[in-house]
């Protein structure tokens, strides 16, 4: 309670001082055309006796237009200029109080309007020693959302389950800050960030010394800066329908001056998701076969509401103090399951199991961060403190009936549980970077506390025997951890070279406690993590490069949690407390045509990385899963990808890879016996994103991927297929904007997941609600063409929370 005491101090602080400010020198005018028509949109730029840039806005629909936060001086004028138009400059004038301009008039081009034509820059991409760099801004892909540049980035993957770069999931940042959002939670971000705001996305395969160790390849998304002072907002709504009817709504608010910038951002998101699936367990005892075929279905209901608060405050021109609140609020989320299973076996008559079961739910996840920032002459200072409260309540009653042909009763099976996990994490970092004539330097250090409680009881239980309950235990789990990081880093470019190398340092310290087991588990451990960039550039458009970084994977906490969740009382998930880190190499050889074609090799092992393995029991008739450290993980493969605009109105991404992935891990620890899981596998991804008319005020794109088996976990998934079509149109000059889009359209972005091995044989098909009919609106008011402040949180060990 004190961090949060203090950062609403702070809070109040800032908005006095912004209070304070507020008392300072406006001036105030109109832009008009020669007959007295107001021009919207126009830019207004405040400049001094230097011809130095104070401040700059643009002109609200009555062409109106204020400067605010100004200090007295002698010589001031301005300057406006708008598409068109020729430029228009006032003669100078001092301030010594409020000022209100006459008329600022603009003459129509010597060109008739209809004659100019606006050409937006080519998207490009630049491969830099450490990461490819995507940019974007003012070219014909920074229309749309955000979500909708990612999906044309090379490399990058958009699907119904997640953003990922060579099938696997990725860490996104917004302006170098780590976005800690669920899969859901981040693509709706995206999707009501405004493309226009994008400058460029950074793909880092192997993020160096300056991010984590822990996690895989990084997404930067670097925002546009805004000059202008002033306020936007906006409004939007978006219907997704698929088996039933999800809704969003949300708004978002920004103000700006000299010295204070504000974003407020709040969603709702109501809905009812659905998720059914046809599944098949072959229970192998003695020579004789029970299969079980069951029919399930969870339906859900949840009312999520997210709340974003930025405030950035200018303590003098080199300092700058920045407090960030995020909420995430998930009250009486309810989930019902209805479950069919018919049992069929030659050595006994076949009966029925009707299993229904019912979750209730809260979530909350409040998070404060706060960041002070100082311009060196030669460099930055900057130093943060974060803090997150997580918790999770759930009570679980499952009740099953078991019947014979004749729907005679046989027996029946009750249980409840109620689970609580409380999780609070504060960490400290500090940040400089200086250069030593053409060498950047990098170095921090950080401290990270974890302290996480999981509690769960079980009562009401009846008839527990021979099934999967008679591993049911209350017990309490308390793990602490504590991370100790501190890095350095160069880069140094010349000629035909860049050369970036570092070096991070962890120390780790945590002890999971069981205290109804009465067992411990404890770790120290000391790493270091290394990362090495070599770029080389022999002839224009042709470009070399290898890099290479270790990495980490800690266990998530959910995982570490030694006992069982229920999905009925014969399949249940089960924590392993005894879990290990895993520490993981990376290479990666690539080579650049024109920065348009692009080859990459990789090859990754991953060591003994964390996986859920399946296991029956045959003769109980009890499927079990359950996390534990692999024996080994290894993965490869070619990608290819290109990007380019066809023509004015078309522009096509294509992105190919062939890979080879495999994971080893016991299947029967008493006897030690082992499988290994691998596949060889395809992925190919066309988009062509197209531009309809010449004002490009409507868009659109056709999407059309493939995926061949590759693996989850000990299971292994068939292929997919799909393809995606949607437009979008701006309204009312640019303040509004509809989209439709269609997703799934073959019904083929669903597949069947099984595993067969020694002592296993089951198999499943999750039908998820992929098919779709999406449509959205939004509505922008104020200066709206401002760019956004948003950011979020960037703490690694908020990514373990199990979402």
């Known amino acids: 309670m004190t961090e949060i005491k203090n950062s609403l101090i702070l809070i109040f602080i800032v908005l006095t001082a912004f209070s304070a400010y507020s008392q300072d020198f406006n001036i105030s005018g109109k832009v008009q055309d020669v007959n007295a028509q107001p021009i919207p949109f126009a830019n207004v730029v405040l400049l001094d006796a230097e011809k130095e840039i104070v401040q700059g806005t643009i002109t609200e629909d009555n062409g109106s237009f204020v400067i605010s936060s100004l200090k007295g001086a002698d010589e001031y004028y301005i300057k406006v200029s708008f598409v068109g138009f020729e430029d228009a400059t006032t003669s100078v004038f001092s301030l010594s109080g409020n000022k209100t301009l006459p008329p600022i008039i603009l003459q129509a081009s010597q060109e008739s309007l209809d004659e100019v034509t606006i050409t937006a820059k080519t998207p490009t991409v630049v491969r830099k020693a450490d990461r490819l760099v995507f940019n974007v801004e003012n070219s014909i892909l920074s229309t749309g959302s955000t979500l909708d540049i990612l999906r044309r980035t ?7 389950g997640g953003i990922n770069v060579r099938n696997q999931p990725v860490t996104v940042y917004l302006n170098d800050r780590k976005v800690q959002l669920s899969v859901e939670e981040i693509r709706s971000l995206l999707e009501s960030l405004d493309g226009n705001n994008i400058k460029s996305v950074e793909v880092i395969t192997n993020p160096p010394a300056k991010y984590d160790a822990e996690g895989g390849a990084i997404l930067n998304i670097n925002t546009s800066k805004a000059v202008a002072a002033g306020y936007k907002g906006n409004v939007s709504a978006t219907g997704t329908y698929a088996i039933y009817p999800k809704h969003t709504f949300g708004t978002s608010h920004f103000f700006k001056n000299d010295k204070v910038s504000l974003f407020f951002n709040y969603s709702y998101n109501p809905l009812k998701a659905t998720k059914q699936s046809d599944n098949s367990i072959n229970y192998l005892d003695q020579g004789i076969s029970t299969i079980w075929d069951q029919d399930f279905e969870r339906k859900t209901w949840s009312k999520a509401h997210n709340a974003n608060l930025v405030v950035d405050y200018e303590l003098t021109e080199k300092s700058q103090l920045s407090l960030s609140v995020i909420g995430l609020f998930s009250p009486d989320v309810f989930e019902f399951t209805r479950a069919t299973t018919d049992v069929v076996s030659l050595s006994q008559d076949p009966f029925f199991i009707r299993t229904q079961s019912s979750i209730d739910s809260d979530r909350n996840n409040i998070a404060f961060d706060l960041k002070h920032t100082y311009a060196l002459e030669k460099g930055e200072l900057s130093t943060s403190a974060h803090f997150t409260s997580f918790n999770r309540n759930k009570l679980q009653r499952l009740g099953s009936v078991y019947t014979n042909e004749s729907d005679d009763v046989l027996s029946n099976i009750r249980f409840a549980t109620d689970a609580t996990q409380d999780i609070e994490i504060f960490t400290g970092q500090v940040d400089y970077n200086t250069s030593f004539g053409e060498v950047l ?65 962890e120390q780790t310290n945590s002890v999971g406690n069981s205290i109804v087991l009465n067992t411990k588990a404890e770790l120290d451990y000391f790493e270091l993590f290394p990362s090495a960039y070599v770029q080389y550039s022999p002839f224009e458009n042709h470009s070399f490069a290898i890099d290479y970084s270790r990495r980490l994977e800690r266990p998530r906490y959910q995982d570490l949690n030694p006992f069982a969740y229920f999905i009925n009382e014969n399949n249940f998930i089960i924590g392993n407390s005894g879990l290990q880190p895993s520490f993981s190499h990376q290479f990666n050889v690539n080579y650049s045509l024109k920065d348009e074609y692009f080859f990459d090799v990789y090859y990754r092992d991953n ?56 994971d080893s ?27 309809l008319d010449k004002q490009k005020t409507l868009t659109g794109f056709v999407t059309f991927e493939y995926l061949s088996s590759f693996i989850v976990g000990s299971y292994t998934q068939d292929e997919t297929i799909q393809l ?78 199990n979402n």
């Open 154 to 160: 090379p490399a990058v993957v958009v699907t119904q």
């Open 441 to 505: 330097f990098e170095s921090g250090a950080k401290v990270a506390i974890i302290d996480s409680q999981s509690k769960i009881d079980f009562f009401d239980l009846n008839n527990v025997e021979n099934t999967g309950l008679e591993q049911a235990q209350s017990d309490n789990f308390l793990y602490d951890e504590n991370v100790y990081a501190a890095y350095v880093s160069f880069n140094k470019d010349w000629e035909k070279w860049s050369i970036k190398g570092g070096l991070r340092a």
């Open 607 to 662: 060591g003994e990385n964390i996986v859920t393995v399946a296991t029956q029991d045959n003769q109980n008739q009890v499927l079990r899963s359950d996390s534990q450290n692999a024996l080994g993980s290894k993965s490869w493969g070619l990608d290819f990808s290109h990007g380019r605009s066809v023509n004015s109105w078309l522009y096509t991404s294509v992105y190919l890879s062939a890979f080879h992935e495999e």
């Open 665 to 691: 891990f016991l299947i029967n620890r008493s006897t030690n016996t082992s499988f290994k899981n691998d596949v060889n596998g395809f992925y190919a991804y066309i988009g062509n994103y197209l531009t």
């Open 724 to 801: 995606d079509l949607g437009l979008r149109k701006s309204l009312w000059n640019k303040r509004a904007s509809l989209s439709l889009s269609v997703g799934d359209i073959l019904n083929r972005a669903n597949a069947n997941v099984s595993a067969k091995y020694e002592g296993l044989d089951n198999q499943y098909f999750p039908e998820l609600e992929t098919q779709f009919l999406r449509i959205g609106f939004k509505y922008n008011f104020g200066n709206y063409k401002l760019k956004d402040n948003n950011r979020d949180l960037d703490k690694a060990e908020r990514d373990r929370i």
